[in-house]
């Protein structure tokens, strides 16, 4: 039997590179989450910005929030896998300056041009608005999107080529060689595992959303270049799907690095988790079918296969990942701090938010139940208390003053407040859902409403968390670029 | 159904809760020695896997059994006579239905498309319930099939984003006898 002792490894400064993103991505997540409020409060007629508004704001939090999430989850990634990989800098601020010219583009297609057609620019509303916007801005919307995505696929080829350098190739970098052989305990760690799933994924998703972007910007000048609108909407979820499913898989290994070293008890990339982690890969990308189970003209098979992975998806997550962590932290002496605590409840957020998620992908449920609330609520729950809580994490781990600083009793408020508003807010959609309640309204009729006011209480306490959290990260950034011990060891090993 | 999908997910996610409060209430003392502790651990996983598997596996079965789709032609129950037939086009913004009154208890064949962008067809029941959806999509035709059970207006509402009066696009069945 393996022996399971931990080797400490020293805690790594971010590089500048690292912190930029953070900072980005905090600046972008708190302006994202008060657009999220507006919305709220518009829903429940605390205000009365009108439908134009909200839809602008709709727009702009559903694409700024997938790619705020996926530059916060990328700095997570490079951070720790630069450890066992030999990255490039250069590519990684390349994709940091080809965000920020993307937020910019949207930005003035949303605030100047009016564009309003969602995150999810379904074929073809962005060339039909009734007037409402130019094809200028449309084109500025969706060339945004796409520059965005180039940098990420400059990323992730350079994640790429770095894995293939140190390990031979990618399935060597998922461990195959140990999954379908002999395990000889040499598997990549996994950092490494998760990283080269998520690059996988995320060069075939974002070639397939630059191929249909590129092919609806084409349309917005050349209307005789048809396109089918079954296939550009099987081609967008597709790459919406696999892009946010891969951020929470780069943000995790926040989760597998942080944790053991609060434990001293190490996450092994045995059969098992390379298993689930292979799985997830083939998974990933076969499970969008569930946003199409409306979509009668698909043949019955393909929704079936959506239906089953939908399934089966939810496995790796909860046996593997899930409770590894718990594994790790039952009876390990563990200190509680926010970091500890954030990641700990991520893996809870991540857990609880997949039960809607599969429940939605049953197809006698999504009947009735897609197109609601119901799946804001399940989305809300694994990013905002999963995915987003795993970043701020990272975010109290870099800035620990040292492994035994306390934190003080307004970040512990600050957490709990954090943890109440996200599930409040969430089961408020989720409750809205129940009842039917459509999404993406601008109004909602009488009957709906006290449920948006409970929403927009429950938002404005995790706001003020959320506030708490990153004032904490700048006043600290100073302490995030050096090398020094961060996570407090277990209890009984720091008294020895 | 919205009931039962609630108090699943209810059921799971305290489960999950559960689990989590349990393992944090047993963080705080440790056990040095984590090699019996993960040999327990992954037998306990090994159960956890065959007792979810058990339990999901029958259930994602039951679900598909209604095969063909729940939407689809076997649900309309042929006995009760031919189907109504409503032709639906989706616009910006209104829904344009070649009937509006239907009889209660004979099923109805909704064929739904679209003359410009995306919509989605969602039926609610009096008591403002959707019971039934499709997407209306230009160039496709989405066949539901629906018997409505009681009498009364429905509502139409649209269920997928499509511009500026998106919460505006309703409209009404007349259900009601013969």
Known sequence: MASYTYTPVPDTGAKAGVLAYLVVSAVVLLLMMVFGLLMRLEQAQITSIGGLWFYKIMTLHGAGMVGIVA????????????????????????????????????????????????????????????????????????????????????????????????????????GWPQLFGHDDGNAPPPTVVASTMVTIVNLVGLVVGASILVMMLVNLYVPSFEIDPLLAKGMIYFFGHVFINAVI????????????????????????????????????????????????????????????????????????????????????????????????????GWAVGAMPAFIDGTITVNYVMHNTLWVPGHFHTYLLLGMVAMVFGFMYYLGKPNENAKDSPIDVAAFWAFVIGTMGFTMSFLYSGKISVPRRYAEHLPEWVPYDRLASYFVMLLLAAVLVFIFRFFSRLGFAGRDYQRASQARSLAAT | MQETAWQVSLVLM????????????????????????????????????????????????????????????????????????????????????????????????IRITSADVNHGFGIYDTDLRLVAQAQAMPHYTNVIYHTFKKEGIYKVLCMEYCGVAHHNMMTEIKVGKS
């Open chain 2, 14 to 109: 305290s489960l999950i809760a559960f689990g989590v409060v349990y393992v944090a209430i047993n963080s705080g003392k440790r056990e040095e020695d984590y090699g019996p502790l993960v040999k327990s651990a992954y037998g306990f996983r090994t159960k956890l896997f065959w007792a979810v598997a058990l339990l999901f596996f029958p259930a994602m079965i039951y679900n598909l059994v209604g095969l063909p789709l729940p939407y689809s032609e076997s649900r309309a129950d042929s006995k009760l006579g031919p189907a109504q037939v409503i032709n639906v086009i989706g616009h910006m913004w209104y829904w344009e239905m070649d009937r509006d009154q239907v009889e209660v208890g004979q099923p109805v064949e």
């Open chain 1, 249 to 348: 898989y780069m943000a995790v290994i926040a989760v597998y690095e942080i944790l053991p070293r609060y434990t001293q008890r190490p996450w092994k990339s045995n059969k098992v988790f390379l298993a689930s982690w292979t799985a997830s890969t083939i998974m990933v990308m076969f499970i969008f079918p569930h946003h199409l189970l409306m979509d009668y003209a698909y043949p019955k098979w393909f929704l079936i296969v959506g239906h089953i992975i939908g399934y089966l998806n939810t496995f790796p997550i909860l046996i593997v990942t899930g409770y590894g962590a718990m594994m790790i932290v039952y009876r390990s002496g563990i200190r509680w701090d926010m970091c500890s605590r954030l990641l700990f409840v991520s893996l809870f």
């Open chain 1, 71 to 174: 530059l916060a989850g990328a700095a997570i990634m490079w951070h720790f896998l630069r450890l066992y990989v030999d990255l490039s800098n250069g590519i990684f601020m390349a994709n940091l300056a080809l965000f920020l010219i993307g937020v910019v583009m949207i930005l003035a297609s949303v605030l100047l041009g009016d564009f309003h057609a969602a995150w999810t620019f379904l074929f073809p509303l962005p060339g039909n608005s009734m007037g409402l916007w130019s094809t200028g801005a449309a084109a500025l919307f969706m060339g945004g999107l796409l520059v965005i995505g180039v940098g990420f696929v400059l990323l992730h080829l350079d994640i790429a080529r770095a894995i293939i350098v140190r390990y031979g190739g990618l399935g060597r970098g998922l």
